[in-house]
């Protein structure tokens, strides 16, 4: 593989560095105190969806212990070309025949995909060398997928540029070639006029820009939790459409609510044998305002330490106004279609 060009390799570095539980399940169930807003007025969404895969690599990853035994790095990434919605996105790990590796075998700590050139719509400032970058999707360990459904989706230009950071470990006793797959959807014919398109805003429960890690301690005894918080003015008056938490081993929930308290969403944690296994996503549609403060929350297990954790909510908004809500008439024989919002899995 070519070496990427320093500088973006040194502003997705820089950018973020850990493993993304973002996404979807339309069985998942919402806080109960969650305020959801139907979705009204809605433009007919961007068409028929056309299936994309990209594959990344090789690695040539050593067995486990060995010189090269993981890849821990940052480059330039292939996407589709064009102009597109950008409608789902799932990741996997398969070797040079496209068979899979199991998720513990080959580990896929973290790939995270940037934009780089545009601005981070949560941390403005988040920039390496001139040069801005805006988080837009990514996965873990659990390898969860990211889905909108229609009317939204992410809007991807004809220049667009996309950069990645990535860290891949194999936990086998055998070497292996590697390569990272991502399959997303994408609508050619998404428009502004049809499709409202998402801003990504990943808040951090304690630094900005998202992304930093820090230590637990370790010091709380049995059952002791580690708790932190963070504050963000939302930039707009908007909807979150969906919310993907983000945390590493140790991790038990990232929250997100709103500035009197009410809950937006609650990305729990579950574990398979001592291991993050699945990290539970919020759709939702819920109201924010322009400079409301959100508070994102990560509590860790804090009996034991765990080094270079992270914390972060996901969201996905659409800083757009659906207007006034349809008023039914006494000819309508059935009631407003309520879409289901959000992510879809
Ligand atoms: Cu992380």
Redesign the pocket.
């Known amino acids: 593989m070519a070496s990427p060009a320093r500088p973006i390799r040194a502003i997705l570095a820089a950018l ?5 539980g973002v996404t979807a399940d339309t069985g998942a169930p919402r806080p109960a105190a969650a305020a959801v807003t139907p979705v009204y007025n809605a433009p007919p969404g961007g068409g028929p969806t056309t299936e994309i895969v990209e594959k990344f690599g090789p690695f040539q990853l050593d067995a486990y212990g060995g010189a090269h035994w993981q890849d821990d790095s940052a480059g330039v990434v292939p996407r589709p070309d064009g102009a597109y919605g950008l409608k789902y996105v799932t990741f996997d790990l398969v070797d040079e025949n496209g068979n899979p590796f199991g998720h513990h075998d080959v580990h896929m ?2 790939f995270v995909i940037g934009a780089v050139g545009k601005k981070d719509t949560a941390c403005p400032d988040r920039q390496v060398q001139g040069v801005d970058v805006q988080p837009l999707i990514g996965t ?1 360990v659990e390898r969860t997928p990211i889905a909108f459904s229609d009317p939204y989706a992410l809007e991807v230009k004809a220049d667009d540029l996309w950069g990645a950071v990535w860290h891949l470990m194999n936990m086998t006793d055998q070497p292996h070639t590697v390569y990272v797959k991502y399959t997303m959807g994408v609508q050619y014919g998404a428009t502004a006029d049809n499709t409202r398109f998402l801003t990504p805003y990943w808040a951090d429960a304690r630094h900005c820009p998202a ?1 930093d ?1 820090w230590d637990v301690p370790g010091n709380g005894g049995p059952g002791g939790v580690e708790v932190r918080s963070k504050t963000w003015a939302m930039p707009d008056n908007g909807y979150i459409v969906g919310i993907g938490g ?3 081993d140790g991790g038990i929930s990232i929250a997100t609510e709103h500035e009197d308290g009410t809950p937006i969403c609650e990305n729990a944690a579950i574990y398979v044998q001592g291991l993050i296994d699945k990290i539970t996503p919020c759709p939702t549609h819920d109201t924010v305002t322009k400079g409301e403060l959100l508070k994102v929350t990560s509590t860790y297990d804090n009996s034991a330490p765990h080094e270079a ?2 914390g ?1 909510s996901v969201m996905y908004l659409w800083l757009g106004d659906q207007g006034t809500p349809p008023s039914s008439t006494t000819t309508t024989t059935r009631p407003v279609p309520v879409v289901t919002p959000g992510f879809t899995g």
Request: proline residues 0%; charged residues 0%; without cysteine.
């Open positions: 973020l560095v850990g493993a993304i700590h973290h873990g992304g890690t983000h945390m590493h954790v992270m972060m």
